[in-house]
């Protein structure tokens, strides 16, 4: 996605977990999607925003399996996910 870099730091494909270091620039969008699995996102810096509200630098939040949503930064962000399972557009 532009204005999203993400790295892979660890890949358990047996199970589907994965940890990823993303960077979100300012006024970056993830498009529109569903959770196929859990996702466990920690905010290291900067903030996003989804219909569920905004997540600020040193809060946690959780999207369940099958939580659609959108997600976006005003001013950047950078994350620290844990993912079971994948996602697909919606």
Known sequence: ??????KHIWNDPATGRLAVLARYEPGATLARHRHTGDE????????????????????LSFRPSGCVHTVT??????????VRGSSEPV
């Open 40 to 59: 466990l996102i920690f905010v290291i810096e900067g903030s996003t925003e989804d219909e569920y509200g905004e997540v600020t630098a040193g809060n």
């Open 1 to 6: 996605m532009p204005g999203i870099r993400a």
């Open 73 to 82: 930064s005003r001013n950047g962000a950078t994350l620290f996910n844990l």
